[in-house]
C-alpha cells in the first residue's frame, strides 16, 4: 500500500486495501475483474461490515464461489481496458 502511486495498477480482493488505494488514483482490480471505484466503495465497504457482524452472531454462509473461466475472462476484459488508458487506445 505505501509503495503504491498516482496510476499504478493493484489487483486484491481486499476491500480495505482498495479502499485506502483508490484516494492515491491508484487502480484497483479483484482476481475476479471487479474494478473497484471511489462511486461504489462505501457499498462494498458496508456489505463487508455486515457480513462480519452476521459471522460474529454465528451465521455462516456457504463461502466464495469457486474461481472460474468466466472470472478469468472478466479480469483480462478489465484490465485491458485499465492498460488500454494508458496506451491511448
Known amino acids: ?42 457499498t462494498a465497504l458496508d456489505l ?4 462480519a457482524k452476521a459471522r460474529r452472531r454465528g451465521e455462516y454462509g456457504k463461502g466464495p464461489k469457486p474461481y472460474q473461466s468466466e472470472d478469468r475472462a472478466r479480469f483480462v476484459m478489465e484490465l ?3 492498460l488500454s488508458k494508458f496506451a491511448g487506445i
Open 1 to 42: 500500500m505505501n509503495h503504491a502511486g498516482k496510476g499504478d495498477i493493484v489487483v486484491t480482493q481486499d476491500i480495505g486495501l482498495a479502499s485506502t488505494l483508490l484516494p492515491k488514483d491508484v487502480y484497483v482490480i479483484s482476481p475476479r475483474g471487479v474494478v473497484f471505484e471511489e462511486s461504489s466503495i462505501q
Open 48 to 51: 463487508r461490515f455486515l457480513n
Open 80 to 82: 485491458t481496458k485499465i
